[in-house]
């Protein structure tokens, strides 16, 4: 073949490259996403988690066990997010993944840490097994003695997903030991076994949590449950004054004009999404339905009365 | 079309079969018999899943270093011992000369899967003495095993093309492991805030060939029956792929000057 020839030819290919490659790279794409749209059908939890050893995936990591909890972390991100929140959701993997993924490197602070507040999470977000949190947490503190933050989420599974007040004083009170810990765990510890049972308790748990995290997710949820107990205390706070207000007249308020009338309260109170609290039946101040607000399950409206 | 392909591609068949490549099969016959034999002892009632699932892996793992290391050596070898100079004086096109490559490979993953499959199918019998009406995702899922590898031959052929055989082995081995873990890259676009990473992730995910939906081991193993729209939407898919990749493949050799 002639230079010619060759240089022609090699050309026209050149040329054929440049206008198929993108016109199939853009069908492969619009393919993708059908093909994405039938995977989807498919049990996704079906593939996610062949191997359900760690022990056995240890061994097979050959050397290599911190790059593969890596890699079985992000699988864990994106499993829970993937799910949380999704109406009917269920976490059957999180617990094997965060089980492998701690057994693969057991120095994963980040695991247990973040691990044990998606496991503890109620239904929709979360599965609500404290229980496995508080194991996975343990397990953190075994592998690393001296992480005095892993005392504090032990203190905090027991004090407000549990309900253990003594056993969560303890945690924190055993976590201040560390020279590291901050002065406030010793506060903490003294709160939790004082007043454990009360809303400025929790919010005051959350608020540590909240300026501690560097995670975005994390500090969403805690701003969350922040949001969501002092909509909390202020219906106490109105509940209180609808009392005052049986006691004075004999009857309960019917709106909260009323109780600004008797001048139990002052101004517009509003909720932490700027919605006025509304009076509901038999006094029971309550969140205006179009609120953004969603109070607590363990900490809500039974509490107030 | 020309015959000129179908004549390399057999060539490229039978240098092979002459390489002895299909010894391979000696290995996966006594590492099937070796499980039919031990699952039994080992594994209670999963031996079935365990046989399934250890068959279709081997078949999956066998065919991907045959594909790569093979493929990255196809042009490249006929270049180093010059057999490529008096090939090309013939009236054939380069580009009739890759496809008949990536054909000849492919023939012969083809052969080879076929008979790891026959010996799957035997270590399945042994173990259950029966096959199910569910036993035929096993064979959807050879079906995709085979187009995975014949992406993977296209791409290691590509490279083949105009670099080593150490660094075409590294790029393919490295597009497959990607192209594995294609739902991780999606997953960051979905979960990062930087809008831009999010494009770029979305971008690359949709450029990468996608070798994880390919992956239906999970299925087969438990009997669960796919879609037929899956496997005519992956077999287009990866038809387009290969021809995508041989089009790069022809422009880029069409340039080489061999001289």
């Known amino acids: 073949m002639s230079r010619r ?23 492969c ?60 959701a269920t976490y059957e993997s999180l617990w094997p993944l965060l089980d492998i993924t701690t057994t693969l490197d057991p120095r994963l ?89 009360s809303l400025e308790t929790s919010r005051m748990i959350w608020t540590e949590i909240y300026a501690t995290t560097k995670d975005e997710l994390i500090r969403r949820r805690a701003k969350q449950h922040i949001q969501s107990l002092d909509a909390a205390l202020g219906l106490q706070r109105l509940n209180e004054s609808s009392e005052d207000y049986w006691r004075k007249f004999g009857r309960f308020p019917t709106s909260m004009q009323e109780l600004r009338d008797a001048r139990l309260v002052a101004g ?38 | ?55 279709l892996s081997a078949i999956s793992i066998f065919g991907i270093i045959m594909a790569i290391f093979i493929g990255v050596g196809l042009v490249y070898k006929e270049m180093e011992k010059r057999t490529l100079y008096s090939l090309l004086s013939k009236p054939i096109r380069r580009w009739e000369f890759l496809v008949g490559k990536f054909g000849g490979l492919l023939l012969t993953l083809v052969v080879n899967t076929s008979l790891m499959t026959l010996g799957l199918a035997a270590a399945l019998y042994c173990v259950t003495r029966e096959f199910e009406r569910s036993d035929a995702t096993i064979l959807v899922a050879v079906y995709f095993i085979l187009l995975e590898l014949a992406v993977v031959t296209a791409l290691a052929l590509f490279f083949s093309c105009f670099t080593s055989p150490m660094l075409s082995t590294l790029y393919t081995l490295g597009i ?20 831009a990473v999010a494009a770029v992730t979305r971008l690359v995910y949709y450029v990468l060939p996608n070798f994880h939906d390919f992956g239906v081991i999970a299925a087969a193993a438990h009997g669960d029956a796919l879609p037929l729209a ?16 041989l089009v790069a493949a022809s422009a880029v050799f069409s340039g080489r000057n061999l001289k």
């Open chain 1, 109 to 197: 602070l980040i695991a247990y840490r973040f691990g044990a507040v998606f496991l503890s999470e109620r239904p929709p977000v979360g599965p609500g097994r404290a229980d496995l949190a508080v194991d996975l947490v343990k397990r953190g503190i075994a592998e690393n003695p001296d992480e005095w933050r892993l005392y504090q989420d032990l203190g905090f599974l027991y004090s407000i997903h549990l309900k253990d007040y003594q056993k969560g004083a303890a945690a924190y009170l055993e976590g201040s030991k560390n020279p590291n810990a901050q002065v406030w765990m010793k506060v903490m510890a003294a709160r939790v076994a004082e007043t454990g049972n």
């Open chain 1, 29 to 88: 794409a619009a393919l993708q996403v059908r093909i994405d749209a039938e995977t989807r059908l498919l049990d996704p939890d079906k593939g996610e988690l062949l191997l359900r050893s760690g022990w056995l995936l240890k061994k097979l990591s050959l050397g290599y066990e911190p790059l593969v909890a890596d890699i079985y972390w992000t699988r864990v991100v994106q499993y829970y997010g993937r799910r949380a929140r999704k109406p009917g």
């Open chain 2, 1 to 55: 079309m020309s015959v000129l392909p179908g004549v390399v591609a057999i060539n490229t068949f039978r240098e092979a079969v002459r390489d002895r490549v299909l010894y391979n099969l000696i290995f996966f016959a006594l590492m099937m018999i070796g499980a039919a034999i031990l699952v039994g002892q080992i594994s209670i009632g999963i031996e079935r899943m365990v046989i399934i699932n250890l068959g």
């Open chain 2, 230 to 245: 899956l496997i005519w939407h992956n077999t287009l898919y990866a038809a387009l792929y290969v021809v995508l990749i």
């Open chain 2, 176 to 195: 497959y492991i990607a192209g594995v873990f294609a739902p991780g890259i999606l997953g960051i676009s979905q979960f990062t805030p930087n809008r």
């Open chain 1, 268 to 305: 517009t109170l509003q909720d932490p999404a700027g919605y006025p609290y509304v009076m509901g039946p038999n006094g029971v101040p309550q969140l205006d339905p179009q609120s953004t607000i969603v109070l607590d399950l363990d900490q809500g409206p039974d509490k107030l009365r």
């Open chain 1, 5 to 27: 020839t060759q240089n022609k030819s090699h050309i026209r290919a050149m040329l054929l490259a440049l206008l198929a490659v993108p016109a199939l790279l853009v069908l």
